[in-house]
């Protein structure tokens, strides 16, 4: 899978080259400082987050259903729109930058994919477009490849695949816009284990050529496969960050809980 290593995909790869990996003391991709989401009658979904993202890490985000974290994971690239001062992509409030260079730089993948009309080289090729930029049939080849699909999907229609190959589709489509961040809501809820699989691995191959990634999952066992660094959220509040080999020692009752009961 070297298809981003030439050509035209190549700059996502220069992202990060230089950096030493290490996320103690390593420069964060993003920070979110004193990040608070107030609900109805005085109800919060995100109290106070507090959270550096390492670069070129994968981080997880973990916690009981309703504890906020799609709200913060859509926090990242404005889905749900922060206050100003609160959420920073390389040092500048995400807030002041336009919102779809932000989106592009911030690409997010869902729980479950939605394909646009069409075949699948139209929705790799959608980000692009929106650009005025055409991918060749070969730079579409590249990203598919890269997704583990091969030729035969190009011309293929989002109803002709499995839930996992439209997944696929769907992270080459964001992909295609080159970004330095991804998020992923759930990735994997939806797919069988080697469908399942398949994404795990092309998350570590897209860490081992520097992107940066957020995803919220509800399996510790995935977390601990694939994540450097976990954020245990409960009721709202960060109440821990550990390096995913240090999971087992979080002290947060709620959070030890959750731990012992999750699977
Ligand atoms: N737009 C909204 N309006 C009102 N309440 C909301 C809204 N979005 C989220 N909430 C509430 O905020 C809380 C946190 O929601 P969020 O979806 O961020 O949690 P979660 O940890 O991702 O949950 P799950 O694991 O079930 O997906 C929940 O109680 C939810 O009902």
Known sequence: MENFEDGAREHLLSVNVNENGGFNGSESKIQVKNLTRSLDKGVSTLQNASLDIPRGKIMGIIGPSGSGKSTLLRALNRLWEPPSGTVFLDGKDIT???VLLLRRKVGMLFQLPVLFEGTVADNVRYGPQLQGKKLSDQEVHKLL??????SSFFNKSGSELSVGQAQRVALARTLANEPEVLLLDE???ALDPISTQNIEDLLLKLKSKGMTVVMVSHS???IQRVADVVCLLVGGEIVEVLK???????KHPMARRFLELGS
């Open 187 to 189: 990735p994997t809820s």
């Open 96 to 98: 002041s930058l336009d």
């Open 244 to 250: 995913s080999e240090q999971l087992s020692e979080a």
């Open 220 to 222: 510790i066992k995935q």
């Open 145 to 150: 490849t890269f997704a583990d699909l091969d």
